[in-house]
């Protein structure tokens, strides 16, 4: 693989703070979110209230990421932590 295309497929980690009370709301993360354009990995933790999101860089980016926990009911989510 080219180190262009390698690039391009980055990954990059990003933790939400998500105000989840019950594993309803956990489900609802789950199965919305993973279909979200360039997600990868999705985890959930009921516990400390935080989504964290494995996704392409290529393809989607926090904003959108954000947009798509607002469709779902989860607006001005602050972020945890970020590594790439």
């Known amino acids: 693989m080219a180190a262009k295309e ?3 497929q980055e990954k ?3 933790t939400f703070e998500v105000p989840l009370d019950c594993m309803s709301c956990v489900e609802k993360v789950n199965k919305q979110m993973a279909f979200e354009k360039g997600v990868k990995d999705l985890k959930c933790d009921l516990a400390n209230k935080t ?5 392409r860089k290529d393809q989607t980016d926090i ?6 926990f ?5 607006k001005n ?3 945890h932590e970020t590594t790439m």
């Open 6 to 8: 390698k690039k391009a």
């Open 12 to 14: 990059v980690k990003v």
């Open 51 to 55: 989504v964290t999101v494995t996704y």
């Open 63 to 68: 904003e959108k990421l954000r947009e798509g």
């Open 70 to 74: 607002a469709k779902i009911g989860y």
């Open 77 to 79: 989510l602050k972020i």
